[in-house]
C-alpha cells in the first residue's frame, strides 16, 4: 500500500463529532454505530491501524487479530479500560489508551447526584407521584436518610474519589477512605482520614465506590460486605457494575441490610438484574456518569489526540500500556 493511503480508524460504535472530525481529517474512518455486533466489528476491522472502543465494547483476541499486524492503538472513549484485553494488546505491541481527567467532575457529580437521590428516594417518590398516587402530605411517607454530618466512605481516593470528597465534605461530619497509599494532600485538604475497608464499612453512613474493575474489585462488595454496614447505611457505584454483587445487593435491600443504593453501572449491561430492577429503596441509571457534554466532547478529543500521537509516531497523552 503506498505511504500517501491514509490510516484507517475502526470507531467501534460512536464518537461525538469534536473527535471524529479531528479523525475524519487525517484517515479513513470506518463505523459500527450503536448496535453494532461483535460479528460485525470483526468484519470491519482487517487493516485498521486504529480501534476506537468504549465500555459497552469487549476488545479481545478476535478482533485485534481480525484487524492484523497494522493495528496500532485501541484508543478507548473512556477513563476506564476494563473492557480491553490488556495483556492481548501488550503482547502484540498494541498501545491502549484512555480519557482521564475531564470526566472526572461529571463522574464526581452524577455519584453525588445519586448519593442525594438514594438518600432520599427521588426515583420511588417521583415514580409514585407520576403514577398518580399521591394522595396528599403524609408525615410519615417517603422517609429517607439526612445527609449533613453524616460519615462518607470514599472507597478509592483517584481523581473521581477526591472529586466526590471535596463535593461531600461540606455536608459531611467525617470522610474516611481506602487508598493503596496514604493521600497527605487530600488529608491536609479535607477531613479525610485513611482506613482500612473494614472499618470504613462499619462506620460510614454513605459508601461510594471510585476504584476500576481489576481482578483485586470484582466482588469487592458482597453479602459479608453488605451485613457488615449498618442497617442505614447505603451504597452508590458509579465505577464498574463487577464490583457490586447484584443479588447480595438486591437482597440486602429486601432484607433492610442496608437502607438504599444508587447504581450507575452493571455488570452486563445493557441488561440490569431483575433482582435490582425489583429491589426496594433502589436508584437505577444508565451508565450516564460522564454524560455532560463538556466531558463527552473532552473525552472524544483525547480520542482523536491519542490516535493521531500514534499514527504520527509519537507517545499517545494518555497510555494506559
Ligand atoms: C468511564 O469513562 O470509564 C465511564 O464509565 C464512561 O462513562
Not at 22 to 44: F, K, S
Not at 53 to 71: I, K, Q, T, W, Y
Request: charged share 20%; aromatic share 2%; with cysteine.
Amino acid at each position: 500500500m503506498p505511504d500517501t493511503e491514509p490510516p484507517i480508524v475502526l470507531i467501534c460504535r460512536r464518537l461525538l463529532s469534536a473527535g471524529r472530525d479531528r479523525l475524519a481529517a487525517r484517515c479513513e474512518i470506518r463505523e459500527g454505530g450503536l448496535d453494532a455486533t461483535p460479528e460485525e466489528l470483526v468484519a470491519l476491522a482487517p487493516g485498521t491501524t486504529a480501534i476506537v472502543a468504549d465500555p459497552s465494547v469487549a476488545v479481545g483476541e478476535e478482533l485485534l487479530d481480525a484487524a492484523g499486524e497494522g493495528l496500532r492503538v485501541v484508543a478507548n472513549y473512556a477513563v476506564g479500560y476494563d473492557n480491553v484485553a490488556l495483556e492481548a494488546c501488550r503482547s502484540r505491541g498494541i498501545a491502549v489508551t484512555n480519557t482521564p481527567g475531564v470526566l472526572t467532575n461529571a463522574t464526581a457529580e452524577l455519584a453525588l447526584a445519586l448519593t442525594l437521590a438514594a438518600a432520599r428516594r427521588l426515583g420511588e417518590a417521583e415514580g409514585e407521584l407520576r403514577a398518580g398516587r399521591w394522595s396528599g402530605w403524609d408525615p410519615g411517607d417517603m422517609l429517607g436518610l439526612e445527609l449533613s454530618g453524616a460519615t462518607f466512605g470514599v472507597v478509592g481516593m483517584g481523581r473521581i474519589g477526591r472529586r466526590y470528597a471535596e463535593l461531600v465534605a461540606p455536608l459531611s461530619g467525617a470522610i474516611l477512605y481506602t487508598s493503596r497509599s496514604p493521600k497527605s494532600d487530600v488529608e491536609r485538604g479535607l477531613p479525610a482520614a485513611r482506613v482500612q475497608m473494614e472499618e470504613l464499612l462499619a462506620r460510614a453512613d454513605v459508601v461510594s465506590l471510585h476504584v476500576p474493575a481489576t481482578p483485586e474489585t470484582i466482588g469487592l462488595i458482597g453479602a459479608a460486605e453488605l451485613n457488615a454496614m449498618p442497617r442505614h447505611a447505603m451504597l452508590v457505584n458509579t465505577a464498574r457494575g463487577p464490583l457490586v454483587d447484584a443479588e447480595a445487593l438486591a437482597r440486602a435491600l429486601r432484607d433492610g441490610a442496608i437502607s438504599a443504593a444508587g447504581l450507575d453501572v452493571y455488570e452486563h449491561e445493557p441488561n440490569v438484574p431483575q433482582a435490582l430492577l425489583d429491589a426496594p429503596r433502589c436508584v437505577l441509571l444508565p451508565h450516564v456518569g460522564s454524560a455532560t457534554t463538556r466531558a463527552r466532547d473532552a473525552m472524544a478529543v483525547l480520542v482523536a489526540d491519542n490516535v493521531l500521537a500514534v499514527v504520527d509516531g509519537a507517545e499517545p497523552p494518555n497510555r494506559v500500556i
